[in-house]
């Protein structure tokens, strides 16, 4: 089995006028594309009165051996999601960089704890879907939970013959010093 497996998607994202009137723009992933085009950056796709649509591609869908519990999680639940995952940024036409797109919902909360840019949970694509089962299918069954035995503690021996000061007969006891 392989450590990782990496699988790549493009992201189409929409921006429509708020309907508030202290309102800006209001941006939103749309869809997952499977077979992305390489665009080397947004590239506006579609443009209406109501909205215009970007899309950006390749970005890179990555598995790791060690994260197996995290996708069970996710697709043991009704709707298995993809995260798409957007940082701030100060460009134009898109004012978002691409951080990642995730299966992980452990790391997707994460990012979305921390309060910046944009993180939006979207359904996985039944390609992908397959393609994550498969992985799963290979790894090994995890390693049952075994208490460890504890290991008795010597204690040192004290040197330069002071006796320790939380010991019995150590300076606190009598604390003679108390001034």
Same mark, same amino acid.
């Given at each position: 089995?392989?450590? =990782?497996?990496?699988?790549?998607?493009?992201?189409?994202? $929409?921006?429509?006028?708020?309907?508030? +009137?202290?309102?800006?723009?209001?941006?939103?992933?749309?869809?997952?594309?499977?077979? #992305?085009?390489? !665009?080397?950056?947004?590239?506006?796709? $579609? !443009?209406?009165?109501?909205?215009?649509?970007?899309?950006?591609?390749?970005?890179? *869908?990555?598995?790791?051996?060690?994260?197996? =519990?995290?996708?069970?999680?996710?697709?043991?639940? =009704?709707? #298995?999601?993809?995260? /798409?995952?957007?940082?701030?940024?100060? !460009? =134009?036409?898109?004012?978002?960089?691409?951080?990642?797109?995730? /299966?992980? #919902?452990?790391?997707?909360?994460?990012?979305?704890?921390?309060?910046?840019?944009?993180?939006?949970? %979207?359904?996985?694509?039944?390609?992908?879907?397959?393609? %994550? /089962?498969?992985? *799963?299918?290979?790894?090994?069954? #995890?390693?049952?939970?075994?208490? +460890?035995?504890?290991?008795?503690?010597?204690?040192?021996?004290?040197?330069?013959?002071?006796?320790?000061?939380?010991?019995?007969?150590?300076?606190?006891?009598?604390?003679?010093?108390?001034?």
């Amino acid at each position: 089995m392989e450590v =990782e497996i990496t699988r790549h998607v493009g992201i189409v994202l $929409e921006k429509r006028k708020s309907t508030h +009137r202290w309102g800006g723009d209001i941006w939103t992933p749309v869809a997952i594309l499977v077979d #992305p085009p390489q !665009t080397g950056g947004w590239q506006e796709i $579609e !443009t209406g009165e109501e909205r215009r649509l970007f899309q950006y591609g390749p970005v890179a *869908l990555t598995l790791h051996r060690k994260m197996g =519990e995290a996708y069970d999680a996710n697709i043991e639940t =009704e709707n #298995p999601a993809l995260w /798409v995952m957007l940082d701030d940024a100060d !460009t =134009e036409p898109v004012p978002y960089k691409v951080r990642g797109v995730t /299966v992980d #919902p452990y790391e997707a909360m994460g990012v979305l704890d921390s309060g910046e840019g944009l993180v939006e949970r %979207m359904p996985v694509p039944v390609e992908i879907l397959h393609w %994550m /089962v498969d992985y *799963l299918k290979q790894m090994p069954d #995890p390693e049952k939970f075994r208490k +460890r035995r504890r290991v008795s503690h010597k204690t040192e021996e004290q040197k330069f013959g002071k006796i320790p000061i939380f010991e019995q007969g150590g300076r606190r006891e009598g604390d003679e010093h108390d001034g």
